[in-house]
């Protein structure tokens, strides 16, 4: 292999992790359960386990009988869209579609009261994830060509009466993370690269719950930052064979701040809005240490390892998500919600087809039966996204726009009173 290739592949290398795997646009996960897609996402003062995820401080809402809670659902996420390539001059050159490629979000919680003060809760949920795939082919394959991180969190939380009506939530987490990515460099000639990596981060949160009148209620939950350092095997493609490496690469999961406010009618109907910062500010870049094989050490100084970082200037986001149910009968509850994404990868300079999204609208609606002591529910969202600018994302460098991107989400569910 001469100078220059070898120059090539060794660069090859070093820049192959620098698009970000799963924090663009804010892309947490907030699939916890088929009733909390019907509402939204606005579950912090329902009384399913499911508040281990929402709201660890209102654990004591729960109608216990002293045996405890079970629920679980698993959600189905289908997004698609279109990307449009422009020429160097502004003109319209082609358009393509993304692959079909739905996700599963699968759930589980347990909860049990322990006594008037003290409640504990479990569970096995999604707080970050993404999944987007193209075509082999596709024009747009030196920015992306597949995506997937998935990432699952084993929270245990208890809840804490602290006065008449006032409760304190603590949670920890235990997050496990794994990166799948798959795209091409050109380098004089097109070469192909994936990676696989994964690692444990180890989190915890606070929050308060305040049933502040009969009809009233106020909450507040805080999650902190979550350090991930993948670690994987990286493989270049190049015309010579496969260069087999690793490399590693810190990821921070954001700390969030969710503020709730719940209005109930009546027993029959209740409404929830939520707020929720996420400083996204926090992954303004990203550096990434590659191992330099053997036989391209030279061209790194004797460097075993090279670190290069690529700044990304996200900004922090905000979701806002407002739900309400009515229960229409012993048996049947109804639901229905609305959710606006804010964008938080919003340059095009520094925008990628691994999450090509901009803000998000999501309407959703719901309804669960209740069968003596097992509720059955179903959640059904419908997410618009607008469009995005996207630099440099063609093969010769064109910019590119997403547009027409929406998803449909599909919820099933179920809640046992053990």
Not at 136 to 160: H, K, T
Not at 192 to 198: A, E, M, S, Y
Not at 345 to 363: I, K, L
Request: glycine content about 10%; aromatic content about 14%.
């Amino acid at each position: 292999m001469n100078v220059k290739k070898t120059a090539a592949a060794a660069l090859a290398l070093s820049t192959a992790l620098m698009a970000s795997p799963a924090l663009a646009d804010g892309f947490a996960v907030y699939e916890h359960s088929a009733r909390g897609v019907g509402m939204a996402g606005a579950m912090m003062f329902s009384d399913e386990a499911s508040l281990v995820a929402n709201n660890p401080a209102g654990l004591w809402r729960l109608k216990d009988n002293g045996r405890g809670q079970l629920s679980g659902a698993v959600t189905y996420i289908a997004p698609r869209g279109w990307a449009d390539f422009y020429n160097s001059d502004g003109s319209f050159q082609h358009s393509e579609h993304n692959k079909n490629n739905p996700a599963y979000v699968p759930t589980l919680f347990y909860a049990k009261k322990l006594n008037d003060r003290w409640t504990f809760g479990i569970g096995a949920f999604a707080r970050f994830g993404l999944r987007c795939t193209y075509d082999p082919g596709w024009y747009g394959r030196f920015s992306s060509r597949s995506a997937e991180y998935a990432v699952m969190s084993i929270s245990p939380a208890v809840s804490y009466k602290l006065a008449k009506n006032l409760h304190l939530g603590l949670t920890a987490e235990v997050m496990y993370a794994q990166l799948k990515m798959d795209k091409s460099v050109n380098l004089g000639t097109e070469m192909g690269i994936d990676l696989k990596g994964d690692d444990f981060g180890f989190g915890w949160g606070v929050g308060l719950d305040w049933q502040a009148s009969d009809k009233l209620s106020l909450a507040f939950l805080y999650r902190s930052e979550v350090k991930v350092d993948l670690e994987g095997d990286l493989n270049l493609h190049s015309p010579y064979g496969v260069i087999p490496t690793t490399a590693h690469g810190v990821e921070h999961m954001p700390e969030s701040f969710t503020f709730g406010i719940g209005w109930k009618f009546d027993d029959r109907t209740r409404m929830e809005f939520n707020a929720i910062k996420t400083m996204w500010s926090a992954y303004d870049h990203l550096t990434v240490n590659v191992k330099v094989p053997a036989a391209y050490q030279m061209m790194f100084g004797g460097l075993s390892e090279y670190a290069m970082t690529e700044y990304k200037h996200w900004r922090n986001g905000w979701r806002y998500q407002f739900g309400i149910e009515h229960k229409l009968n012993a048996k049947w509850t109804i639901r229905a919600g609305f959710v606006y994404d804010t964008e938080s990868a919003h340059d095009p300079q520094y925008n990628d087809f691994m999450v090509p999204t901009g803000t998000r609208r999501t309407y959703t609606v719901g309804a669960s039966y209740r069968n003596k002591n097992v509720e059955y529910s179903i959640g059904y969202g419908y997410m618009y996204v607008s469009d995005k600018w996207i630099y440099n994302a063609g093969e010769k460098g064109e910019n590119a726009r997403s547009r027409g991107c929406d998803a449909h989400i599909i919820s099933l569910g179920a809640r046992i009173d053990l």
